[in-house]
């Protein structure tokens, strides 16, 4: 016998439409208050939103198989194209095996000195900066973005990235694009010259070309008796062995394209977040700096066993991505029908998995809205199912950076709170913006004084 989760009373349904245009994040929190498990029903489309660790499971994890990627990473499919976030089936195995040794964990730890580096410049730039201009604050958030953009040249791509900062700016215009495309469902025609769609072509326009240099110029030191095993210099070697090669490059730039997206701006947003978290929480500052004074004593730089030496700096970052998950949604459409928890899902339906309603569940965290990173310490994680946080996705797709990321994220907001003292305005308001990651609206201006 069929059964289908519960929909919103009809009257409902304007508001919650209208909110998938405005406020999706209060879209996802309206359905999780109403149940765990929900049917939307949005013109010939049937949305199925699930919101329990166990549903999470079998969607993402034991019947991944049966699902695709979905809504919004659909839309991003005109400029992610093929790459490892957007392919499917045989071609995404094949780019996954491709890529994954460069992120093997030992080679991942070998990075933690180039990591540390970038950390140290971001750190003596604003240091510098608070020093030429005291008391004006700084937009941190462009400063982090730039150091993951640093951070993923240097440990993925053997090419310094920093100096093509246009590259955030073009990656905002295509998720704008992709945004306004997803809740249109497509319906506007392309050719119209809205100013959404004009900047989209142009940042599309600038992207191809910044991707057809940075290819030309990695290719171009791949010589026969080098043997490279960064993700970039992998992916090269894979396109020039395509026995189609017109396919071969344009896959190649798709995959870079994706790599230099999913591996920035996730981890700027996290580091957005947590420093944010941590100007409006000071006792837990001041835990933080305590500990990275104990761990890099001496102003030492991290390396990487230093990396489970900070554990309540780890705890502080796991607990800024659970309140603010970067990827907010993993959207995912239904190959087969299938069955939820006891619902029927009839295939082609779209089903949303939220990160950010699961990590905010009242039955799995206690005041959830509080920050708090002690849920991290191992004596309360163990009692928490595992799929109630999931801030790196689960099953076949999970992150395949999640510890470059993490190591990231940890080194550098123990460097900054080591050296610097961070503050925010206590009337800014910084609102979460759900593109594709959880943007922070409003950037984060922060004003900064070196710690002696
Ligand atoms: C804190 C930082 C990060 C977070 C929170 C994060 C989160 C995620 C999540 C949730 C997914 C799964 C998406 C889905 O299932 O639909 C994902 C996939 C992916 N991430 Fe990350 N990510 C982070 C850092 C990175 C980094 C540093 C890279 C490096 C390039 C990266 C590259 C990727 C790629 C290529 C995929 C697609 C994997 C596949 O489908 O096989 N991410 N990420």
Known sequence: MSTHPPGPPLRHLPGLLRKLAVDRLGMMRDAAALSDAVRVRMGPKKLYVFNRPDYAKH???????????????????????????????????????????????????????????????????????????????????????????????????????????????AFEAIQDQAMFDMVTQSL??????????????????????????????????????????????????????????????????????????????????????TLLLLARHPRIRATVREEARAVLAGGRLPDADDLHKLTYTTQVVQEAMRLYPPVWILPRVAQAPDTVGGFTVPAGADVLISPYTLHRHPDLWDDPERFDPRRFDAAQSTHRPRYAYIPFGAGPRFCVGSALGMMEAVFVTALLTRDLELT??????????????????????????PVT
């Open 59 to 169: 969607v993402l994890a034991d019947n991944a198989a049966n699902y695709h990627k979905g809504i919004g990473l659909v839309e991003s499919r005109a400029v992610l194209g093929d790459g490892l976030l957007t392919s499917e089936g045989d071609l995404w195995r094949t780019q996954r095996r491709t890529v994954q040794p460069a992120f093997r964990p030992a080679r991942v730890a070998a990075q933690a000195h180039a990591v540390a580096h970038e950390a140290a410049r971001l750190s003596e730039l604003l240091r510098q900066r608070a020093t030429a201009a005291p008391h004006t604050p700084v937009d941190v958030l462009a400063d982090v973005t730039s150091l993951t953009l640093g951070v993923l040249g240097r440990t993925l791509m053997e090419t310094p990235l920093n100096a093509h900062a246009g590259i955030a700016h």
């Open 188 to 273: 506007v025609p392309a050719w119209l010259p809205l100013p959404t769609r004009r900047r989209f072509t142009r940042a599309r326009r600038d992207l191809t070309r910044t991707v057809t240099a940075l290819v030309a110029d990695r290719a171009a030191r791949i010589t026969p008796g080098s043997a490279p095993d960064d993700a970039f210099a992998r992916m090269i070697l894979a396109a020039r062995a395509h026995p189609d090669p017109a396919r071969g490059h344009r896959l190649l730039q798709e995959e870079l394209v994706t790599l230099l997206l999913a591996g920035h701006e996730t981890t700027a947003s996290t580091l957005g977040w």
């Open 424 to 449: 925010v305005d206590p009337r800014h308001r910084a609102s979460p913006e759900p593109m594709m990651s959880l943007r922070m609206g409003g950037g984060l201006p922060m004003t900064i004084r």
